[in-house]
Antibody, heavy 119, light 107 residues
């Protein structure tokens, strides 16, 4: 059993939309803040977005995706989402979801899902 | 935004060597810093958080230190499985920026 499993990646045209999912198992999903991190081909890690646990569910975004991406969660389905719109070529990357511990350190990571934005 | 600068960008070393990687923050981040190891085609793995706290299961040859703006990751007695890329990340304030990475290669 994989604790975090991303899906929803694929090929999309510039300007298009895509929704990534990350299904959690083996831990109490609702208790943990969650984060998306991406990695463009051959490049380093880039923090994308974080959503807190609990009722407040505060959300935070990198400037590069603010206004285009929306992070959300469904605790009843143990699932984290990343809704991506107005996609650009520079959004091409492997997208990882991560569970975060104290002060948002990513201690548990998914396998990643590849998003390719190209015409 | 806080910028994180790692050095060196790459380093060559031999099994049994000691290696030190440095990460510098553009602003004081106290000890809100993590170190990750990533191997090709794999997800990052958390090694150290809060600058010097070991993640469970990480070998004791890894150690982290520093506070404020200057941090180091030291790997003693390098093992074959340690050859990978290492990243620092600050979580003091959003956006939670990563360093550009340090590739540790076999000499």
């Amino acid at each position: 059993e994989v604790p975090l499993l991303e899906s929803g990646g694929g090929l999309v045209q510039p300007g298009g939309s895509l929704r990534l999912s990350c299904v959690a198992s083996g831990f109490t999903f609702s208790s943990w803040a969650m984060t998306w991190v991406r990695q463009a081909p051959g490049k380093g890690l880039e923090w994308v977005s974080t959503i807190t646990s609990g009722g407040g569910r505060a959300t935070y975004y990198a400037d590069a995706v603010k206004g285009r991406f929306t992070i959300s969660r469904d605790n009843s389905e143990n699932t984290l989402y990343l809704q991506m719109s107005s996609l650009r070529a520079e959004d091409t990357a492997v997208y990882y979801c991560a569970r975060t511990i104290v002060k948002y350190y990513g201690d548990l990571w998914g396998l990643g899902t590849l998003v390719t934005v190209s015409s | 935004d806080i910028q994180m600068t790692q050095s060196p960008s790459s380093v060559s070393a031999s099994v049994g060597d000691r290696v030190t990687i440095t990460c510098r923050a553009s602003h004081d981040i106290s000890t809100w810093l993590a170190w990750f190891q990533q191997k090709p085609g794999k997800a990052p793995k958390l090694l150290i958080y809060s600058a010097s706290t070991f993640q469970s299961g990480v070998p004791s040859r890894f150690s982290g230190s520093g506070s404020g703006t200057d941090f180091t990751l030291t790997i003693n007695n390098l093992q074959p499985e340690d050859f990978a890329t290492y990243y620092c990340q600050q979580t003091d304030s959003f956006p939670h920026t990563f360093g550009q990475g340090t590739k540790l290669e076999i000499k």
